[in-house]
């Protein structure tokens, strides 16, 4: 038999996840934003070879590389990467944050 009390609570879940991931905070999507975001770094890495000729250097840059867009595209507990909260701090940047209007005395707007 079901409670009056338990009828009327609501119950919402936390933590749900639409999407398939290969680890906590990274799916489908982050991993394709990882691949071209390594596949630009390796082109950056093959022109930074034929400059310096330095293997482990440019062996370094591409690890170093792969585990840094792997953590930038990783989402948080709330579902925001790195790159989302840049997004988010220019959008807000961007955004008007003056509103040029007066209120009189009787809170109508002129």
């Known amino acids: ?34 691949i071209i975001a390594t596949l630009i770094a390796g082109v950056v890495d093959v022109f930074l070879f034929l400059i310096t000729r330095k293997l482990p250097l440019c062996v370094l840059f591409i690890l170093v590389a792969i585990a840094g867009n792997v953590m930038i595209f990783t989402k948080d507990a709330i579902n925001l990467s790195v790159v989302d909260h840049l997004k988010n701090m220019i959008m807000f940047h961007r955004s008007q944050k003056k509103y040029p209007y007066i209120i009189d005395k009787f809170g109508l707007k002129k």
Request: charged share 30%; aromatic share 12%; no cysteine.
């Open 1 to 34: 038999m079901i409670n009056s009390n338990d009828r009327d609570t609501l119950y919402i879940p936390v933590g749900l996840k639409t999407k398939t991931e290969i680890f906590d905070g990274f799916g489908k999507d982050e991993l394709y934003q990882t």
